[in-house]
């Protein structure tokens, strides 16, 4: 992985500088963006269309998931708050959806203080926005590791754990925000899945949350 964001941007100054002396107007740009597509199109699929993957490659789609595992916290954060226009939160919602295995994976999700709503898959937690503006809770993560590194499962998918801490808060437009820590884990997957790139489909190495609980 960290070759292929080398390759990349050497790749851009080349053909960037080469520019400089053609004089072919569109055509030359037309060539220019295909060597572009070419290169990167083969970067990746030097990078992420491996049958194997190297330990170096599992570390950074490690922390390729904790990162994720962060967008999924931002997202709630859009999702719950009402000021934002229902276009961007309706695009937050497809956002989300991609970020994990299947709209069918168990997730659950504290309610407020009081207890905690059991949602019995990600689709029932993105359809249930009202209640999620309604509930003004907020997840805020503290910590987030790896529990379990990424091991093969089959030919086409890894699986590993992730641990974290986090802070939930709730308010009320009569009562300021109260806080209080929960600790939980998320399965984690790199799994083969279809690309398209330019007029190709390429079958990449991609990483997703998978099935969520909290103590």
């Known amino acids: 992985m960290k070759r292929f964001f080398r390759i990349l ?4 100054i080349y053909l960037l500088s080469s520019s400089k002396s053609c004089s072919h107007g569109e055509q030359t740009n037309a060539d220019r963006e ?4 070419r290169i990167t199109r083969d970067s990746l699929r030097s990078a992420f269309e491996s049958d194997t993957l190297s330990a170096s490659m599992l570390h950074a789609f490690e922390d390729n998931a904790r990162m994720k595992f962060t967008d999924f916290a931002d997202y709630m954060k859009i999702l719950g708050d009402s000021s934002i ?9 497809e956002l989300t959806r991609d970020l994990f295995i299947s709209e069918n994976t168990p997730v659950k999700y504290f309610a407020g203080p009081a207890g905690s709503l059991r949602v019995k898959t990600l689709n029932d937690l993105l359809l249930a926005g009202q209640w999620i ?25 890894f699986r590993g754990r ?3 801490s986090v802070s939930f808060s709730h308010a009320t437009s009569r009562k300021p925000a109260t806080y209080w820590p929960v600790s939980g884990t998320i399965d984690f997957f790199v799994a083969k899945r279809e690309k398209n790139f330019g007029n190709d489909t390429l079958k990449i190495w991609s990483v997703f ?3 969520m609980s909290l103590f």
Not at 9 to 12: G, K, M, T
């Open 162 to 164: 992730l641990g974290f």
């Open 9 to 12: 941007p050497l790749a851009f």
């Open 209 to 211: 949350l998978g099935e």
């Open 85 to 93: 226009a229902p276009e961007f939160r309706d695009h937050t919602r």
């Open 34 to 37: 295909e060597a572009i597509i």
């Open 133 to 157: 503006r309604g509930s003004s809770c907020r997840l805020t993560p503290d910590s987030v590791h790896v529990i379990s590194p990424l091991q093969r499962t089959s030919d086409s998918i």
